[in-house]
């Protein structure tokens, strides 16, 4: 089968030939195979009435031959005992220009589109902690010599990631599956595009990603069109964000996610806060690390400003520098509930223990506060 622009009778054709066009391919029921040529991985097959054949043998190892283009010098009949058509080729030059012979149309030159697609990509980060994001960096690159049209990415996920998102250079990305999909267009000689698929690390173990790209042009090199990803997800028993060796490593349980109770996961402490998960006052300036992150304080500096425990409380908000009857009733109020404790009134209002702090204005708190109103600091 020709294409429709292409003139049987002409002596001499050039014709730019792709698997694109060429896709209808029919399996030749009766014919004679003649001269076959091999040249940068692709075997050129004249097979007199049914033409040239191009077939990929990068997996002959399997016995596996496949057709990636074909023109059909002689569409009237195809015949395994007839020798009309085309006897020989020359695919060897530079420029990918190939030259037919044919016993009845003479000389045909034709050129075969060729695009060598690679891929290649990385999942960072590596290794990830059961629960969290991992994005899968992929490019994809034409070597040419050819632009490459109609690119296609897959990458097929594995059971234990979820998919989230896929963001690419160009073109547009769906998911169906478990297998993401992205229609990158055209790819110029030595152009490039990125994808960056995220999915969720849902359980641990070690989960693989296969990405393959291809394209409508003749790749001579399929070796870089498939490329796997390599993924390790730590078990995170407690969901805070630290792997569980790591938690046993540091002194966490990893059964806990907030270890010392301060009210911060161990994950936040360690990744977003760098505090001591082990310690609900990691700097040991009396105040607890929640409370401190509230105010804007340094946790990890014991000499930074900070409020005073000195139990004024009123005005509400404002604090006037004096410890009196609307101090205790505001403290009372605090202590049974009635009124929501801010960082700042626990700063000032949680004197109890002495010297340290429990994060909150109970009774104890009270108490004291009323032994200053009645007695004076």
Request: aromatic share 6%; net charge negative; glycine share 10%.
């Amino acid at each position: 089968m020709l294409a429709a622009s292409f003139a049987v009778s002409a002596v001499m054709a050039y014709l730019q030939l792709s698997a694109f066009f060429l896709s209808a391919f029919l399996v030749p029921a009766l014919t004679a195979a003649y001269y076959q040529r091999k040249h940068n991985g692709l075997v050129y097959a004249a097979n007199y009435t049914t033409g040239l054949r191009v077939l990929d043998h990068s997996d002959i190892a399997n016995s596996n031959l496949t057709e990636v283009a074909y023109i059909d010098t002689h569409p009237s009949k195809d015949s395994f005992t007839s020798f009309d058509g085309a006897w020989s080729s020359y695919p060897f030059f530079a420029s990918g220009t190939v030259i037919i012979g044919d016993r009845d149309e003479g000389l045909i030159v034709v050129r075969l589109l060729q695009a060598d697609l690679a891929v290649s990509g990385v999942d960072v980060p590596d290794p990830v902690v059961e629960g969290s994001q991992i994005d899968h960096i992929i490019d994809i690159t034409n070597n040419g010599p050819d632009l490459a049209s109609n690119v296609t990415l897959t990458d097929g996920l594995p059971v234990g990631v979820g998919y989230v998102q896929a963001t690419p250079s160009q073109g547009s990305c769906s998911e169906t599956g478990g297998t993401v999909t992205c229609l990158l267009g055209v790819l110029a000689d030595g152009a490039s595009a990125t994808v960056t698929v995220t999915v969720t690390a849902i359980t641990s173990g070690s989960w693989s990603s296969a990405l393959r790209v291809s394209a409508d042009e003749v790749d001579s090199n399929m070796a870089d069109n498939d490329v796997t990803l390599d993924s390790t997800v730590l078990p995170d028993q407690d969901g805070d964000g630290l792997d569980d060796d790591f938690e046993i490593s540091i002194g966490t349980n990893p059964l806990l996610p907030d270890t010392d109770g301060d009210g911060l996961t161990d994950g936040d402490e360690v990744n977003l806060y760098a505090t001591n998960p082990t310690l609900r006052d990691s700097d040991g300036d009396g105040f607890g690390d929640s409370v401190e992150l509230s105010v804007g304080t340094n946790v990890n500096d014991p000499a930074g400003p900070w409020p005073p425990a000195d139990g004024d409380l009123a005005p509400m908000d404002v604090y006037d520098g004096l410890v009196n009857v609307a101090d205790y009733l505001v403290a009372q109020r605090m202590a049974l509930g009635l009124i929501p404790q801010t960082a700042l009134d626990i700063a000032h209002g949680d004197l109890q223990p002495i010297g340290t702090s429990a994060d909150v204005i109970d009774t104890a708190d009270v108490l004291l506060i009323l032994q200053q109103v009645l007695n004076g600091p």
